[in-house]
């Protein structure tokens, strides 16, 4: 049995081919590559309960993967991440409780992880020895576990203001890494301008072909965990959008070896209204977006003011009759408390803002009481800050001041 099914690279605008053998990063285009399999030569030679017999994790679908040898396969341990239920969190009445899916489960604490893997595993089997990519935390910290994993030399450019955290995390995984004074395409253009000068790969959203399947493989194990049934609903943080894309494109995929049953979900492309660049050109009915001017965000795994793959995200969103919606800052830190008080999930600013949306588009009727939903987490809440303990108690003299709910 083949290892992977992939046969070509196609230019996502044009439907060019190129060839999968070679290392790629956009299309003659200039557009982002899509890896493709042959599909009925999969169908034919793997049933869909190989799979369900496989170890749940991300290298169980290695047929839809492009991986074309094991041996070049960098792994940390990518998880099948769980569902969980917000059962004591605000919904409106009427409505099942949302269903979480935790990507901060994985390694480095980030759905990136996903995306990273492959294309560092990608990136091994044609020889690369230097990478470099823009990021606002979480991806610089996944390339640089995996970088280092392969034995590559990391390079990553943040925006000032990126959590302390994924810095840290970043550097003690081996990566160079730099504070710029800008946003994440402020930092895109200096990779671009280093890569003749000091001979690294451009890791960036879209610009090489490999981190969409490793993000694609969100939408095949949702699909897998809800026993091939998709959910109604899915609200995704989009920033550059990568997940969104890939989700559809494995959900096309899955359709095509007839393993999925039912229609696809509604994607919905959540962001923050200090930066919605993808809102703005859904509701305006463009195929692309304009770039936000003055982006701002608490959530900056959203904070992308421009994404190469704009038109993609659009075509995904019409195409499944979904939406776009933007939620404010202090909405999202709501959310954030309302569920790691409620229901003892910490998730990122960008997660809270899926659960926010989904709120907002309850209640503006955008959604049914009936539609089973599926919000994204993409990290772990523990990467960002929380709120200090200042309470104190001397053991002198205990309980002396207590908490109003303790008081009587």
């Excluded at 790691?340 to 989904?358: F, M, V």
Aim: aromatic letters at 8%; one cysteine or more.
């Amino acid at each position: 049995m083949r290892y992977s099914y992939a046969t070509h690279l196609e230019c996502s605008a044009t439907g060019e081919r190129h060839d999968i053998g070679t290392l790629e990063g956009l299309s003659r285009a200039g557009k982002p590559l899509l890896a493709r399999y042959e599909l009925a030569a999969l169908r034919r030679e793997v049933r869909r309960a190989d799979i369900e017999a496989r170890p749940a994790n991300l290298w169980r679908w290695r047929e839809l993967l492009p991986v074309p040898d094991p041996k070049y396969v960098m792994s940390l341990g990518e998880v099948e991440t769980p569902l969980i239920e917000l059962l004591n969190s605000a919904r409106p009445t009427g409505f099942a409780p949302p269903i979480v899916k935790d990507e901060g489960r994985l390694p480095t604490g980030s759905f990136k992880a996903r995306g990273l893997c492959l294309a560092v595993s990608m990136a091994q089997s044609f020889g690369v020895r230097r990478v470099a990519i823009p990021t606002n935390g979480n991806a610089g910290a996944a390339m640089a576990a995996y970088a280092a994993r392969a034995g590559m030399e990391a390079f990553c450019f943040c925006p000032d203001d990126t959590p302390e955290i994924n810095l840290s995390e970043i550097a003690l995984q081996g990566a160079t890494v730099w504070r710029v004074n800008g946003l994440i395409n402020d930092c895109a253009r200096l990779v671009g301008l280093g890569k003749e000068r000091f001979g690294w790969f451009d890791m960036s959203t879209l610009k090489e072909p490999y981190r969409i399947e490793g993000k694609k493989t969100m939408g095949l194990e949702l699909a897998a965990q809800m026993q091939w049934r998709l959910p109604d609903v899915v609200f995704y943080p989009t920033g550059g959008g990568t997940g969104l894309i890939g989700m559809w494109k494995g959900w096309q995929e899955l359709a095509a070896l007839g393993w999925i049953e039912g229609p696809m979900p509604r994607l919905v492309a959540v962001q923050s209204t200090g930066c919605a660049p993808i809102v703005r050109a859904f509701d305006s009915g463009a195929q692309t977006a304009i770039p936000w001017e003055n982006a701002h965000t608490i959530a900056s795994g959203i904070r992308v003011p421009a994404a190469i793959g704009d038109f993609l995200i659009l075509r995904a969103l019409r195409e499944t009759r979904g939406f776009a919606i933007a939620v404010e800052d202090a909405d999202i830190e709501r959310a954030r408390r309302e569920v790691a008080a409620k229901d003892g999930l910490l998730l990122s600013p960008e997660g809270a803002a899926t659960y926010a949306a989904y709120l907002a588009a309850a209640r503006s009727g955008r959604l049914a009481a009936s539609e089973r939903v599926v919000l994204f987490n993409c990290a772990s809440g523990l990467k960002y800050p929380m709120p200090p303990v200042t309470a104190h108690m001397d053991l002198n003299a205990p309980f002396a001041h207590l908490p109003p709910k303790l008081s009587g």
